[in-house]
């Protein structure tokens, strides 16, 4: 799964295309998803982690180390 949020957990929502006409067709709402390098001081060491616009939001607020915690309790590899 491709547009996924690590943190948030914020994942594709799905609807429909509405033409002038009114026929629908299937569609993909797609996060916010962002490839963002932190420095993760507790382990000496950068990590890429991919978050949605708001995770990026929730990591400036709690701290990367938190954030990392967050993530690894949810079962996500970092």
Same mark, same amino acid.
């Given at each position: 799964?491709?547009?996924?949020?690590?943190?948030?957990?914020?994942?594709?929502?799905?609807?429909?295309?509405?033409?002038?006409?009114?026929?629908?067709?299937?569609?993909?709402? /797609?996060?916010?998803?962002?490839?963002?390098?932190?420095?993760?001081?507790?382990?000496?060491?950068?990590?890429?982690?991919?978050?949605?616009?708001?995770?990026?939001?929730?990591? /400036?607020?709690?701290?990367?180390?938190?954030?990392?915690?967050?993530?690894?309790?949810?079962?996500?590899?970092?």
């Amino acid at each position: 799964m491709s547009a996924h949020c690590m943190l948030t957990g914020a994942q594709p929502g799905f609807g429909n295309r509405i033409s002038h006409s009114h026929r629908r067709t299937s569609r993909r709402f /797609d996060p916010n998803i962002q490839s963002k390098r932190y420095w993760l001081p507790s382990e000496g060491r950068y990590v890429r982690l991919r978050l949605s616009a708001k995770g990026i939001k929730t990591v /400036d607020a709690i701290g990367v180390e938190a954030a990392v915690a967050r993530i690894r309790a949810r079962g996500g590899k970092v």
